[in-house]
């Protein structure tokens, strides 16, 4: 199983990004999803996440600005992020449950679900 992200960049505060995630060797019907997030020198910490029926949950700073959402023909998860603000720099990485349980990111560290794609909010 792997996991290829895209959409990254460098915005302005205010701004908005949007991240995709199409993994290879799954589907959305064996895995929850999710993003993740680690700034440097900071934990690994939930941004947000989807299961398989489509439920979603979000951390507390970035609800109301991100939405997740999945594609099921394009096998493609999505977090679009509006309103960023400099505090969201960090390197998001998608994860999947179906290879490594949500509650283990900490202790393992994100980059075990890929390499990541960079955001970088500027004020």
């Known amino acids: 199983a792997q996991l290829k992200e895209s959409g990254g960049g460098s915005v302005q505060a205010g701004g908005s990004l949007r991240l995709s995630c199409t993994p290879s060797?799954?589907?959305?019907?064996?895995?929850?999803m999710g993003w993740y997030r680690q700034a440097p020198g900071g934990p690994c910490e939930l941004v947000s996440t989807i299961s398989s029926d489509g439920t979603t949950v979000y951390a507390d700073p970035v609800k109301g600005r991100f939405t997740i959402s999945q594609d099921n023909a394009q096998n493609t998860v999505y977090l679009q992020m509006n309103s960023l603000k400099p505090e969201d720099t960090a390197m998001y990485y998608c994860?999947?449950?179906?290879?490594?349980?949500?509650?283990?990111?900490?202790?393992?560290?994100?980059?075990?679900w890929g390499q990541g794609t960079q955001v970088t909010v500027s004020s």
């Open positions: 994860a999947a449950a179906l290879m490594l349980p949500f509650d283990l990111a900490q202790s393992v560290g994100c980059n075990y």
């Open positions: 060797g799954f589907t959305f019907d064996d895995s929850d």
